[in-house]
């Protein structure tokens, strides 16, 4: 499992915070930098990212947005099986939540995370997440699992009907949501 992350020029110091953390914790993250657009905009390049990752390691591709934290070592992902699944993530209240997710490196993530690419171009105001559950929602792939419930934590998880979770291994600190 390779861990990656990406960013445009104003989130540089939440990446450098979030490479700190990985390392910190034994986790090997690679850094993408996304040209300079609005944040709809960049939440859509974190797909070509996972898509080049998942062909330059020829592994499964854990995405992370760079205003994260990693606060110990995500073990929970390395018990999980991936037997035909595409993606894990947390969804809560009809709404995913992309800060964090895992992708198995297999033809059928390709096939889904071109079909994402494709939605976040025909729907292009509206958020990666937004388009990533409306493929999800269609049927089509059932590939999708919940991330185990220690791995994602948030800011204010309150303020959004999020389950606050106790010492998660990865921490969003939801910068563009405050």
Not at 1 to 16: F, H, L, N, P, R
Not at 47 to 53: E, F
Not at 88 to 115: K, M, P, T
Not at 126 to 155: A, C, F, I, M
């Amino acid at each position: 499992m390779i861990a990656v992350t990406g960013c445009t020029a104003s989130y540089e110091k939440y990446a450098d915070r979030l490479l700190a953390t990985a390392r910190e914790n034994g986790l090997e993250l690679v850094r993408f930098r996304f040209r300079d657009c609005d944040w709809v905009s960049a939440t859509h390049a974190k797909i070509p990212v996972i898509q080049t990752a998942m062909k330059a390691f020829e592994d499964d591709v854990l995405w992370i947005d760079a205003d994260s934290e990693v606060r110990r070592y995500p073990r929970e992902l390395l018990s999980i099986s991936k037997d035909g699944k595409c993606v894990y993530a947390r969804s809560w209240g009809g709404y995913i939540w992309g800060c964090v997710q895992l992708w198995a490196h297999s033809d059928n993530s390709f096939r889904l995370l071109n079909e994402w690419w494709n939605l976040c171009r025909i729907y292009r105001s509206d958020s990666s997440d937004t388009n990533l559950w409306r493929v999800l929602r269609s049927g089509k792939h059932l590939g999708y699992e919940q991330l185990p419930p220690g791995v994602l934590g948030t800011v204010r998880p309150d303020v959004w009907g999020l389950p606050s979770v106790e010492n998660p291994a990865i921490f969003h600190l939801g910068v563009s949501k405050q």
